[in-house]
């Protein structure tokens, strides 16, 4: 069983950035095929933001962050990330990091969480 943590939130004006990380316990990512970032902003449902096949690592991005975040791995540090440029007020969420056994798969590990608030 794996155990995430995610760091790196915090507050941003708009048009700031920021780089989230998820950091791997007991298991390694490459145990995992996939791996995805997640938000969920007050009184929404959860909505999936990015995530990185680990062999091979292609990577998707929801439509509303493609070319302003950016997913990439560490194999050696066992991280992931997630680079968010141009950050807009609608991007304050809570952001979690999980892993899915299988392209396709339910994601089934989930950190705590780390929150991000972009201010106008």
């Known amino acids: 069983q794996v155990q995430l943590v995610e760091s790196g939130g915090g507050l941003v004006q708009a048009g700031g950035s920021l780089r989230l990380s998820c950091a791997a316990s007991g298991r390694t990512f490459r145990t995992y095929a996939m791996v995805g970032w997640f938000r969920q902003a007050p009184g929404k449902e959860r909505e999936s933001v990015a995530g990185?096949?680990?062999?091979?690592?292609?990577?998707y991005y929801a439509d509303s962050v493609k070319g302003r975040f950016t997913i990439s791995r560490d194999n050696a540090k066992n991280m992931v990330y997630l680079q968010m440029n141009s950050l807009k007020p609608e991007d304050t969420a809570v952001y979690y990091c999980a892993t899915a056994p299988a392209a396709g798969a339910q994601y089934n590990y989930w950190g705590q969480g780390t929150q991000v608030t972009v201010s106008s």
């Open positions: 990185i096949r680990w062999n091979g690592g292609s990577t």
